[in-house]
């Protein structure tokens, strides 16, 4: 039979376990939350650099595209022709989509109108 200071020793060691797993999940969790955390920030430092890198990709192609020009009269009269042309262009290819498409409802017309009246 156990003693009454072996009973105390015993309960005391067992604490003492506790204890020790108590801290040893404490810090465990806390290496999980740092562990976390770190790779936050680095997730957040990459899409940041992503995307100034794509802002940066963006600005060097505009600048290719469309040099900087003072907008003087001569380069809003080029602009405006070329613009009028454009809708010219796009005002005729309309037109000719329509015309072909009405020759296509007048050419079906017709060969139903020949199938009817057979």
């Known amino acids: 039979m156990k003693t009454f200071q072996q009973f105390n020793e015993d309960i005391e060691s ?4 506790l204890r020790q797993r ?9 290496q999980k939350v740092a562990d976390y955390q770190s790779a936050q920030r680095e997730n957040q430092a990459a899409a940041q ?14 600048a290719e595209q469309h040099p900087k020009m003072q907008p003087n009269e ?3 009269q080029v602009a405006r022709a070329s613009a ?3 809708g010219m262009q796009i005002r005729q290819a309309h037109g ?3 015309h072909e498409a009405g ?3 007048t050419a079906k017309r017709a060969r139903l109108k020949a199938i009817m009246s057979r």
């Open 49 to 62: 650099e992503r995307e100034a890198l794509k802002k940066e990709i963006k600005r060097e192609l505009q």
């Open 84 to 86: 009028r042309w454009k």
């Open 14 to 17: 067992r604490r003492q376990e």
């Open 103 to 105: 020759a296509e409802v």
């Open 74 to 76: 001569y380069n809003k």
């Open 96 to 98: 000719e989509m329509e």
């Open 22 to 30: 108590q801290l040893d999940l404490m810090a465990k969790q806390k």
